[in-house]
């Protein structure tokens, strides 16, 4: 099979796909992705059913052949645009019980290493959690970023902050960019004025930390309410995969997500148990499970300290950003409750806060949609990151059809 692509277009080759958060925010900025790979049989679903074009690899890539996959893309060595994706993150989350270096999932990078080989992109972005900054005390990121140099890339790291490009969430990534030839590409810089807690290795060094006058030239952050208050209300139990909106557009940030959908998808409200409706009533917005009195705690969280767990059972406040979207939507694990609905987030509100369209439909059970989700690289910050790269690659370009000066 050959699957030749638009010719005009920049191109794209996305491993560890998912769902398509990043193959999204780069066919946003201009690419076509040629080619998406990922394990998971559900998130490969929803990336084909988005991205019918590209070729939809639901295979583990350990058992994919880069050779073969560049043939029946037509493309020669060299001529691949990017190549993007970074290994599931649970290996390096600071998060994840048993952070061990042997962890197999940390040397599922060496198969992105094959494809760098093979294909021998313009430019490349890496991407995974500001946990990889600490596992093994660096050693990993420093092994990925040597194993990459190695094979003649220039590279720059950042931590980005989803909140600083329109995403309306607390969610940091590290980001790896490289080019083959010339200098490193450039990460973009902040568009919008929001501030995080950057609690981690890294922190201070490789974030965007604007000062006080630049913040004055940048757009509000997006809030809570901006993201999803013009969504169909519901009650628990209520909604469906397929809905007619029920308010106009109240905010630029819904226009954007509004842009060619007429139905809102993926909005159905879960049904809680009777102690966790119970517990929700106690929070107020931006409150957690502190606000919940002693006695209606989980046995394990009646004895946690106050600093601890501090976005548990919490409700959304709707004038801030909402915290890490998770991949259960569970309100033992982080704030899902609503600001003002009794109730926790449907898919398409947690799929509008990591800023996918509301076009984009997520398929395979409930459960599967908020683990695509809640894994996804939020779809703004990495269109912000693909305009890099296309001006990296316009320059570079430019540079090298310019003719040389002459000496007088």
Known sequence: MSLMSNSTSLKSVDLFCGAGGIAEGFRQAGFECLYGNDADSDAMETFHHNHSKAFADNRKIEEVDPASIRRQLGLRKGELDALVGGPPCQGFSINAPGRFFEDSRNALFRHYIRFLDEFRPKTLMFENVPGILSLAEGGIFQEVMSEISAHGYQLSAQILFAAHYGVPQERWRVIILGAREGYAPMHPLPTHNAIGRANFRGGRSMVFNPLPLERNFLKPMVSVAEAIGDLPELG???????????????????????????????????????????????????????????????KGMQAARRSDHTKRYGRLHPDRLSGTIMTKCDPHWGSVFLPYQDRTLTVREAARLQSFPDSYKFLGSRGAQYTQVGNAVPVLMARAVARSLSDHLLLTKREETQPECLSA
Not at 248 to 270: C, E, G, Q
């Open 236 to 298: 628990m139990g209520e909604g469906a995969e397929e809905m007619l909106y029920t308010k106009r557009p109240h905010s630029p940030y819904a226009h954007l997500m509004r842009k060619d959908s007429k139905k809102v998808l993926n909005h159905y409200a879960p049904q809680l148990s009777r102690q966790n409706i119970e517990r929700l009533r106690h929070v107020p917005p931006g409150g957690s499970w502190r606000d919940i009195p002693y006695e209606l705690l989980p």
